[in-house]
């Protein structure tokens, strides 16, 4: 079996792991302490699975379905129950997941292969919506990490200066009115505030959980895929994005903190990652 598949794994281990004690030793419920664990060797056992059926799901014959189905999954967010006015959920039973932190390392993907297929024109139609989409959830968090590496991977695709200047002019409105007007929802210890509660266990283990975020976006920013090397970096920019974003307001501490979201949406992109850079 080869050592690559258990790439993403490896690298997301020490996030999870310090997270998990850190929920622990501040008497956070034992079911929760466990999921993420519980998460990542259930998506290590799927992506082996289809690393060893060398199966995946951006397949031509999938592409059709995925954008479409990202698009309707940020949509069904804004329909569904929401907490104080934000919509960035779908539960399913006890399982409640963020669709952003899911979908949007797909539609990175997507657009990417709309860009060279289809055009600048369409690709930007449906960036826009997704920049509406998530304006409305609120999420300023993935908003911000989507809309900065994409509008530079746009630009790298149109000539004209003045299509260049409205792109970024319309993806900054939007970055600052996010921030402008931040949801007022009441940040969860364990979810956005996981690194305030390393800090209180040691200094050591504050330090260990940053270093286990810097670790993240790492491959992606600095061994991408020699002909996907734009895509991948976009990506490993959202990544990093998302992680600073954490230090700035009351958003989700990927892996770190409480929440099988991002290890999904982590999994997904490491895989599109291993297949580009090694099938």
């Known amino acids: 079996m080869s050592i690559r598949k258990f790439i993403p794994t490896t690298i997301m281990i020490p996030a999870i792991a310090i997270g998990a004690f850190t929920m622990y030793q501040h008497h956070v419920p034992m079911g929760i302490c466990i999921q993420?664990?519980?998460?990542?060797?259930?998506?290590?056992?799927?992506s082996m699975i289809l690393f060893t059926g060398k199966i995946s799901?951006?397949?031509?014959?999938?592409?059709?379905?995925?954008?479409?189905?990202?698009?309707?999954?940020l949509?069904?967010?804004?329909?569904?129950?929401?907490?104080?006015?934000?919509?960035r959920w779908i539960s399913i039973g006890f399982i409640r997941l963020n669709i952003a932190m899911i979908v949007i390392p797909i539609i990175f993907i997507e657009l990417w292969y709309v860009l060279k297929t289809k055009g600048?024109?369409?690709?930007?139609?449906?960036?826009?919506?997704?920049?509406?989409?998530?304006?409305?959830?609120?999420?300023?968090?993935?908003?911000?990490?989507?809309?900065?590496?994409l509008v530079v991977m746009l630009c790298l695709s149109?000539?004209?200066?003045?299509?260049?200047?409205?792109?970024?002019?319309?993806?900054?409105?939007?970055?600052?009115?996010?921030?402008?007007?931040?949801?007022?929802?009441?940040?969860?210890?364990y979810v956005e505030g996981i690194l305030k509660m390393a800090a209180d266990v040691g200094l050591p283990w504050l330090i260990s959980g940053i270093l286990?975020?810097?670790?993240?976006p790492i491959p992606f920013l600095l061994f991408p895929p020699k002909n996907e090397e734009i895509l991948s970096k976009c990506i490993g920019f959202y990544f990093a994005i998302v992680i600073i974003s954490a230090f700035?307001?009351?958003?989700?501490?990927?892996?770190?903190?409480?929440?099988?979201?991002?290890i999904v949406g982590y999994f997904i992109s490491f895989m599109w990652y291993l297949n580009s850079k090694y099938v």
């Not at 286990?212 to 993240?216: I, Q, T």
Request: aromatic fraction near 16%; proline fraction near 7%.
């Open 57 to 73: 799901i951006f397949e031509s014959s999938h592409r059709k379905f995925l954008l479409p189905i990202c698009l309707f999954l």
């Open 212 to 216: 286990s975020l810097v670790a993240l």
């Open 158 to 189: 149109v000539n004209g200066k003045v299509i260049r200047f409205f792109m970024i002019s319309i993806f900054s409105m939007f970055i600052v009115l996010s921030w402008v007007f931040l949801d007022t929802l009441p940040p969860v210890a």
């Open 120 to 149: 600048v024109n369409f690709a930007w139609v449906i960036a826009f919506l997704v920049i509406l989409l998530l304006y409305f959830q609120p999420d300023a968090s993935q908003l911000t990490g989507f809309a900065l590496p």
């Open 248 to 262: 700035f307001g009351n958003f989700p501490v990927p892996l770190v903190g409480y929440g099988i979201s991002p």
């Open 36 to 46: 993420n664990i519980a998460c990542l060797v259930f998506m290590s056992l799927i």
């Open 75 to 87: 949509v069904v967010t804004l329909v569904s129950q929401g907490m104080e006015g934000v919509h």
